[in-house]
């Protein structure tokens, strides 16, 4: 069996002819990690026996005809989003113990459409970073080149599934972290509409910005999964009433339907990495064929790192307050209440969570609420207003996922502007609420992968998809990281 040659779809067609057992892709999936992870750093948590138990399981169902739409089919999950009964430490000392006391929305969803989890993805600590260099174990590399960073807050999943540890992953988006992880390994990321997707279980970074989404190898292989994710849940009170139905049949369909297809002057400046250019002029050639293109502005675009640098640390502050010491997680036992607190808090959190709850805290503190928290929060609406005013002439935009390649380990841990930089074309959509993909489009002369990002308007993830199934089939890449061909 090539699990290199494998996707979601062909191996569920595969399962169901008898021809694999969920046990045998279990194996060789779990045979790939103990032979890449040493490498790359994606997990921090395998469980074999947990998985194999699982994949038993799967077998069993679909013998007694009662499998699932996802049966069989190993992922692996971002350590910040619950399973019962296992770790989740979002990559942080301070949880480094902790043990999930109940399933994740998306857990329980993935649970009943026959999943089968093999381990827990390294990440920046509680999601915040650019580049999974911030996780308080260690970092991960970059699949296509190990100097370099695989991008983040979600690197462990997105190296997880560019070097089929996985047919699939789950992650977190709070101002990029799918997408901008996604480019720089080479897979397709999906940031749903916010609301789309519920966010019971998942540890809070920033609620107002935080949406769980799929990592896949493929367009289909993304849609398949968010589909089994999506919907409404009481849980959770950000969840928005809406189901997804027949998604494969939609995308397909409605890929070959001509669009309006903005292209934000903003994104497209004199900074941007001349490879990501080229290869983005390649996707509007193409485009053109079919759609057209137009010239649009989001006048808005250039406060939007700053004002997610406002808003962002703000939820963070407050989220990450019950982090104590005392009702669960890392305990600096101490003389008073006061030096429990401080030592806790101090010894758990790494200096990039400490960095945003300062920075979160002090705009939030009487003299400077209005000054920035309230003032941001008036920017992030006319951000919002930029894209309503867009989507009323054209029908999706696209644009660079990142401003440049997947940078060196350690190039830009110093300075933590030029990492919040990295993001630059990703926090927008997340400011707004809405739909963003991100879809390889191409490698640099040196071997890197180059993204495309395509964004959609509110509860439009659907045209989203159905664009990149587009220009995915258009641009027929197949990209297998050199380490992956070497290891086979």
């Known amino acids: ?152 807050s979600s690197g462990g999943s997105a190296v997880a599934v560019a070097l089929r540890m996985g047919l699939g992953s789950l992650g977190s988006d709070t101002g990029g972290s799918i997408r901008q992880p996604a480019a720089f390994c080479g897979v397709v990321g999906l940031k749903p509409t916010y609301g789309l997707v519920s966010r019971f279980g998942l540890v809070a970074f920033a609620s107002s910005l935080d949406q769980i989404g799929p990592f896949a190898l493929n367009v289909e292989d993304t849609a398949i999964l968010f589909q089994i994710i999506a919907g409404y849940d009481p849980k959770d009170s950000t969840s928005a009433p809406v189901s997804i139905d027949n998604l494969l049949s939609l995308i397909e369909k409605n890929s070959q339907i001509p669009l309006r297809i903005g292209l934000p002057k903003e994104y497209l400046t004199g900074d941007l990495h001349p490879e990501i250019q080229k290869a983005l002029e390649t996707c509007l050639s193409i485009l053109r064929k079919k759609h057209t293109l137009k010239e649009i502005t989001l006048p808005h675009t250039k406060y939007a790192v700053a004002t997610y640098y406002i808003i962002a640390p703000a939820e963070a502050s407050s989220n990450l307050a019950r982090y104590d010491g005392i009702k669960y997680g890392f305990r600096f036992e101490s003389k008073n209440l006061i030096e429990l607190y401080k030592k806790s808090r101090a010894k758990g959190f790494g200096k990039e969570v400490k960095r945003r709850i ?91 992968p180059i993204g495309a990002q395509i964004i959609g308007p509110p509860f439009r993830d659907d045209i989203v998809l159905s664009l990149a199934y587009f220009l995915e089939r258009e641009l027929f890449l197949k990209l297998i990281p050199p380490i992956l061909t070497e290891n086979f």
């Not at 138990?53 to 971002?78: F, H, M, N, V, Y």
């Not at 006391?101 to 969803?109: F, G, L, N, Q």
């Open 1 to 152: 069996m090539e699990l290199k040659e494998l996707t979601i779809k062909s191996s569920l067609e595969l399962l169901e002819r008898g021809e694999i057992t969920s046990r045998e892709l279990t194996e060789a999936t779990l045979e790939q990690i103990r032979k890449l992870d040493p490498l790359v750093k994606a997990f921090l948590y395998v469980n074999e026996e947990w998985a194999l138990a699982q994949a038993e399981a799967s077998d069993k169902r679909r013998r007694d005809k009662q499998a699932g739409p996802l049966e069989g089919i190993p992922l692996s999950i971002k350590d910040n989003i619950l399973i019962k009964g296992h770790p989740t430490t979002c990559a942080s000392k301070i949880l480094a113990n902790y043990i999930a006391p109940y399933d994740a929305t998306v857990i329980e969803k993935l649970k009943k459409a026959g999943a089968v989890f093999v381990g827990k993805t390294n990440m920046d600590e509680f999601a915040m970073g650019s580049s999974t260099e911030n996780s308080a174990f260690f970092p991960t590399r970059n699949p296509w080149d190990l100097e370099r960073v695989p991008g983040g």
């Open 358 to 448: 300062m920075l979160g805290t002090y705009a939030l503190s009487a003299g400077y609420y209005d000054a920035y928290y309230l003032k941001a929060s008036k920017v992030r609406t006319l951000i919002k207003r930029d894209f309503e005013q867009a989507f009323r002439e054209v029908d999706l935009i696209i644009s660079p996922t990142t401003p440049t390649p997947p940078f060196k380990l350690g190039e830009k841990v110093a300075d933590p502007l030029q990492m919040y930089l990295s993001d630059i074309f990703t926090i927008p959509v997340n400011l707004a609420g809405l739909p963003g993909l991100s879809l390889p489009v191409g490698l640099t002369r040196d071997n890197l």
